[in-house]
């Protein structure tokens, strides 16, 4: 047998083992929905801002790879409990921090965190990379060193990751960067329309006044003042860094839903692939 043909089969067994890594403990396929906006109860959202229950609290609503998400929601936010304080400044002196902690993809590097304190891309990043350490704790995956390198948070030198480059620049990116790093540039995502949305699933929002915000879904519900909101984690200056928040949707000119669908593409995707960010996002019609 010829050597590239060896190395290809040991290529796939490799891409073969990841997948059976993953769906060892149980269902761990693509998270699926029955086609219903998911209303939350109150109580689902009684333990306020602060918590570490979210894989409980929400895990009954789904099945599938977006556990491994709000498992490490769990994770992140117990390294701030508090929220860890929100910060962005790109020319401040240390840099901002994507995320209050140093962060290890199979125990290689991410980031050496400059500040403890953290912002919204930053947060659904770092649980992004957790939820995969989970997927993968048992199998100790091999990845090439130019994906690893597209991964990082910041350069070798500890100077910042611009916007745009590579997997975390493009997650980092104004306007829609899950669609971008996850569907358009590695291909481990697909697009969910909102009535679709699950816990887990990754949202990036296009306020109707100032920016965007990245963050992870949690649920619909109806506030006390009967305002239809959207529930979700991530890192903003209301929750003085990592937290929940119930936001009511008519703040919200667009959003962009993107769930996890294959993991494994983490093995496969090509570095150097472009994206297009011109892409429209969705209104919510709940």
Same mark, same amino acid.
């Given at each position: 047998?010829?050597?590239?043909?060896?190395?290809?089969?040991?290529?796939? @067994?490799?891409?073969?083992?990841?997948?059976?890594?993953?769906? *060892?403990?149980?269902?761990?396929?693509?998270?699926? =929905? #029955? %086609?219903?906006?998911?209303?939350?109860?109150?109580?689902?959202?009684?333990?306020?801002?602060?918590?570490?229950?979210?894989?409980?609290?929400?895990?009954?609503?789904?099945?599938?790879?977006?556990?491994?998400?709000?498992?490490?929601?769990?994770?992140?936010?117990?390294?701030?409990?508090?929220?860890?304080?929100?910060?962005?400044?790109?020319?401040?002196?240390?840099?901002?921090?994507?995320?209050?902690?140093?962060?290890?993809?199979?125990?290689?590097?991410?980031?050496?965190?400059?500040?403890?304190?953290?912002?919204?891309?930053?947060?659904?990043?770092?649980?992004?990379?957790?939820?995969?350490?989970?997927?993968?704790?048992?199998?100790?995956?091999?990845?090439?060193?130019?994906?690893?390198?597209?991964?990082? @948070?910041?350069?070798?030198?500890?100077?910042?990751?611009?916007? *745009?480059?590579?997997?975390?620049?493009?997650?980092? =990116? #104004? %306007?829609?960067?899950?669609?971008?790093?996850?569907?358009?540039?590695?291909?481990?995502?697909?697009?969910?329309?909102?009535?679709?949305?699950?816990?887990?699933?990754?949202?990036?929002?296009?306020?109707?006044?100032?920016?965007?915000?990245?963050?992870?879904?949690?649920?619909?519900?109806?506030?006390?003042?009967?305002?239809?909101?959207?529930?979700?984690?991530?890192?903003?200056?209301?929750?003085?860094?990592?937290?929940?928040?119930?936001?009511?949707?008519?703040?919200?000119?667009?959003?962009?839903?993107?769930?996890?669908?294959?993991?494994?593409?983490?093995?496969?995707?090509?570095?150097?692939?472009?994206?297009?960010?011109?892409?429209?996002?969705?209104?919510?019609?709940?």
């Amino acid at each position: 047998m010829k050597y590239s043909s060896l190395l290809m089969i040991g290529f796939f @067994m490799l891409i073969f083992g990841c997948k059976e890594q993953v769906a *060892e403990n149980g269902d761990h396929s693509m998270t699926q =929905d #029955d %086609g219903s906006w998911l209303i939350l109860s109150q109580t689902d959202i009684s333990q306020g801002v602060y918590h570490t229950q979210h894989a409980e609290i929400f895990g009954k609503y789904i099945s599938g790879y977006n556990s491994y998400i709000l498992n490490a929601i769990d994770s992140v936010q117990a390294t701030a409990i508090d929220g860890g304080g929100y910060f962005t400044g790109i020319t401040a002196i240390p840099p901002e921090s994507p995320i209050g902690y140093d962060l290890d993809l199979f125990q290689k590097p991410l980031l050496k965190a400059p500040r403890s304190t953290s912002y919204c891309s930053g947060s659904s990043y770092t649980a992004f990379i957790e939820g995969l350490n989970l997927m993968f704790a048992q199998s100790h995956p091999a990845l090439s060193e130019d994906r690893y390198e597209s991964l990082r @948070m910041q350069e070798l030198d500890g100077g910042r990751r611009e916007d *745009e480059v590579k997997f975390w620049g493009k997650w980092n =990116d #104004d %306007g829609y960067g899950n669609h971008f790093a996850l569907v358009q540039y590695s291909g481990m995502g697909e697009v969910i329309e909102p009535i679709h949305a699950r816990p887990g699933d990754f949202l990036n929002i296009s306020w109707k006044k100032g920016g965007g915000h990245s963050v992870i879904f949690l649920g619909w519900v109806i506030n006390a003042d009967n305002e239809k909101c959207v529930v979700y984690w991530s890192s903003q200056k209301g929750t003085n860094g990592m937290g929940d928040s119930v936001t009511p949707i008519s703040r919200i000119k667009e959003v962009m839903f993107v769930r996890l669908s294959s993991p494994e593409k983490l093995f496969t995707f090509d570095p150097d692939k472009q994206v297009d960010d011109s892409i429209n996002g969705y209104s919510i019609d709940w």
